[in-house]
């Protein structure tokens, strides 16, 4: 595979060479306020892949543009074959910037786009955002203050994302020409700061069937986003080429996130993408909308890229979608070429609010952290997830005996319920190890809480496969859970099950501390 680059990468502060200009020519060109009513709300590439639609003037339909296929040049099978995880990476965005409302800060959708890129083995980029409640692009345009987005883009940016409000790009209720008019005053204000800066027009998704706009204002979510997908469009490929005062070196590109959500509920529900307003997205709407950024950005498939909290066979539902859509297909660096644990050295994650130095923290009942660096100071594309969790606590015990630094052996993540053990048996939790090689790994596991929960106890389950154990946790100091000799599944995924044990009466299951080494 080779990892050079794939058609119409976005490159970042060095000049793009002649050959990724005739590419990218292919290639179609932070305030968390409350969002208000109607005045709601929206990544960047419109990649012309398969299947993406084109612009009618007249109707918004979606029709197919296909993408020409250079001639296959002659193989010489007898030359070698160059190893591709040797090759260099391409130039990616050192700086990203999103323009926006609360279509761009719910879920901190670009705080899971940044820990997409960190996971996929590209260098990550330093993210940031303006983004303010039910404001449309005439508002950032006028805001005028310090932290502005004009004063923001002209700090300079790789990557400026914008996004209108969610109602301005169409005929029915909304004034495209002036979300054209202010996406060319942006667009010419970020070239002439740093004329590579790549433009990204971020297309938002319709409201969920059975919003009030429907059929009244719009006959039903295909025509809505039919005419958000050509407004986009046509501002990206028309308006601004024909509008700008500024040299364009390089096409303004579409991210077709309305069209990623429009793939995915033509099967229906679940998952629900939106939030329970109908038209702000749910945790799942906003990991669909980063992956629709990163394939755009990167023009690399998210296919294996964690799950961020979401049910693993949802995440891989949303992943296949945006692909479809951006057209990527090549794998990841930490998939393709991933850098292995090397044997005998081990990995040492945290769960819990306290940071410990050389420790992985994951403080959130629902985080993926990683690629973790080993204790021998490899960097390795293996990332962590927790899932399922209901909440942190520091009152363990911090004088343990088995050399645990006392912050670590003091804070856990837990599961489980105040309405006893009964209700607490249909809880779980999952830990889950992405990016492993072939191999044998020992996991050991901690966790300790003081007292026993007034006779209850606190007996954790841990299972891996059809393994399991229970472990203490009251008052614990010197008990651990050891898995050993454990395998990677066929993606390189290892999950421990956290549940309460069947067995006594707890209400509570913990997860405090895991090892894990590479045994060979």
Not at 34 to 62: M, N, Q, T, W
Not at 65 to 92: G, K, N, Q, Y
Not at 362 to 373: F, H, I, R, S
Not at 442 to 459: K, Q, V
Request: glycine content about 10%; hydrophobic content about 40%.
């Amino acid at each position: 595979m080779n990892l050079t680059h794939h058609p119409c990468p976005l490159v970042g502060r060095t000049p793009i060479t002649l050959s990724l200009l005739a590419l990218l020519a292919g290639c179609d060109g932070a305030v968390a306020v409350e969002d208000a009513g109607a005045s709601d709300d929206a990544g960047p590439f419109d990649a012309r892949a398969p299947d993406a639609p084109g612009l009618d003037a007249h109707a918004h339909d979606a029709s197919i543009s296909a993408i020409d296929s250079p001639v296959d040049a002659p193989v010489d099978r007898d030359a070698a074959m160059p190893d591709p995880c040797e090759a260099p990476l391409p130039e990616t965005p050192g700086r990203v910037l999103f323009v926006g409302n609360s279509f761009t800060f719910t879920s901190n959708m670009p705080r899971t786009f940044e820990r997409l890129v960190e996971a996929s083995g590209f260098a990550t980029p330093d993210v940031e955002m303006r983004a303010v409640g039910g404001q449309t692009l005439a508002f950032h345009r006028a805001d005028t203050t310090a932290e502005g987005a004009p004063t923001r883009v002209r700090e300079g940016w790789d990557v400026v994302i914008l996004q209108e409000l969610s109602t301005r790009p169409t005929d029915a209720l909304g004034d495209p020409e002036q979300f054209k008019d202010d996406a060319t005053w942006f667009h010419d204000l970020a070239i002439e700061t740093m004329p590579e800066t790549q433009i990204v027009l971020y297309e938002t998704f319709a409201r969920r069937a059975g919003h009030p706009y429907y059929p009244r204002t719009f006959d039903d979510p295909a025509d809505m986003q039919a005419q958000l997908r050509f407004h986009y469009l046509d501002c990206a490929e028309r308006y601004i080429p024909e509008n700008t005062t500024v040299v364009m070196d390089r096409p303004v590109i579409v991210a077709r996130v309305g069209d990623a959500w429009e793939r995915v509920l033509e099967g229906g529900e679940p998952p629900r993408l939106h939030a329970d307003d109908d038209y702000h997205p749910s945790h799942e709407g906003a990991y669909l909308s980063a992956l629709v950024f990163f394939g755009t950005i990167y023009q690399r498939s998210t296919v294996g890229l964690p799950s961020m909290g979401i049910d693993p066979v949802i995440a891989l539902e949303l992943q296949e979608a945006a692909d479809s859509i951006t057209g990527a297909h090549e794998l990841v660096p930490a998939i393709a070429c991933p850098r292995e644990l090397p044997t005998g050295d081990a990995l040492q994650i945290d769960f819990g609010p306290n940071a410990v130095g050389d420790w992985a923290t994951l403080d959130e009942v629902n985080e993926t952290v990683g690629p973790l660096v080993s204790v021998g100071g490899e960097m390795t594309d293996v990332r962590v997830s927790v899932r399922g969790f209901t909440g942190v606590q520091t009152g363990g015990r911090s004088d343990n005996t088995l050399g645990l630094p006392g912050d670590v052996s003091a804070d856990s993540l837990w599961v489980g319920s105040f309405d006893g053990h009964g209700a607490a048996l249909a809880m779980r939790a999952e830990i889950t190890l992405t990016g492993l090689t072939p191999g044998d790994y020992d996991l050991e596991l901690f966790a300790s809480r003081d007292g026993n929960d007034s006779g209850n106890g606190r007996l954790t389950r841990y299972a891996i496969e059809d393994r399991s154990f229970d472990l203490d946790v009251a008052d614990n100091r010197d008990r651990t859970v050891f898995f050993d000799a454990v395998r990677p599944d066929g993606s390189g995924a290892i999950t421990i099950e956290l549940t309460v044990s069947p067995e006594g009466m707890a209400r509570f299951a913990y997860a405090g501390s895991l090892v894990v080494t590479r045994a060979r």
